[in-house]
């Protein structure tokens, strides 16, 4: 340690910063809180990591890890992302399954944390969470609301936005089967006309296929105002599924849709 600077240890510096409310710093702040040299910083948080009192989801940024998540090795995933996203400075939200879990929709507790960025990210690990990050266009048109989490508020698409981006990254979600599952419980929570609003920050087969599937949910009074969008708006009938081929597979008028593969919710 530098001659004339305060003789505060990493340990204190973490406990004080957690007596305030503050659960995330960098290795930079430790650097200037200890007055020390980068390695000797390094060594500091190492030492601490090991004893798993702190965790890195990120290349120089660290999180406190308290006692009751310690067995989680990190803080949950949405405790931190959000910090994250502030210091590189990029737009972002909760989406598909993790977002389907804010608004009560979440028929299997979701194995990684999902988040909508403009562009393509690496995963991050961190103990036992694992966050993955999937990739929109017009991602500051999509409409989001805030909900709060002990560590402060995290950006999640909203009922109507989560439903469209489980029609449009399905594969993403589990397959059709799960993303009819999570629609059929979120219906509910959805409005109808902000439903078609949504639609139109997305491709127009998201809501041919959004469509249909709510219809197969028992949810077809949430589908009005999205179906005459489609039958304004959608030139091509297209397959539900993509990837699959069309054959003889029936077509589905009002969405404008072979139906090429077998839903099959759990209802």
């Known amino acids: 340690m530098k001659a004339g600077t305060s003789h505060v240890t990493a340990r204190e510096y973490i406990a004080g910063l957690a007596a305030r409310g503050r659960y995330h710093f960098t290795s930079a702040d430790v650097r200037s809180a200890l007055g020390v040299s980068a390695a000797a910083a390094k060594l500091a948080l190492n030492r601490l990591s090991k004893q798993g009192a702190v965790a890195s989801p990120a290349r120089g940024f660290y999180v406190i890890v308290p006692p009751e998540y310690r067995s989680l090795g990190c803080l ?6 959000p910090a994250i996203m502030k210091r590189i400075g990029l737009s972002y939200y909760a989406c598909l399954l993790s977002a389907a879990q804010y608004h009560g929709a979440a ?53 109507e936005a989560t439903a469209v981006d489980l029609a449009g990254y399905a594969h993403r979600a589990g397959g059709l089967g799960q993303v009819a599952t999570v629609l059929a419980e979120l219906a509910e929570k959805i409005d109808p006309d902000k439903l078609a609003k949504e639609a139109k920050t997305a491709p127009i ?17 949430k589908t009005v105002a999205l179906k005459a969008y489609v039958q304004a708006h959608a030139r091509d009938s297209i397959g539900l599924l993509s990837s699959a081929h069309r054959g003889r597979a029936r077509r589905d008028p009002d969405w404008k849709l072979y139906i090429n593969t077998r839903v099959q919710a759990e209802l």
């Open 76 to 81: 949950p995933a949405d405790q931190f992302i």
């Open 205 to 221: 087969p998201w809501a041919q296929r959004l469509g249909y599937l709510l219809v197969r949910v028992g949810a077809g009074e």
């Open 107 to 159: 028929h299997h507790r979701p194995q990684e944390f999902q988040v909508m960025v403009p562009k393509n990210r690496r995963l991050i690990r961190c103990g036992a969470v694992r966050v993955v990050f999937v990739a929109r266009k017009r991602l500051k048109d999509v409409s989001v609301q805030e909900f709060n989490t002990p560590r402060g508020p995290i950006r999640v698409s909203t009922p």
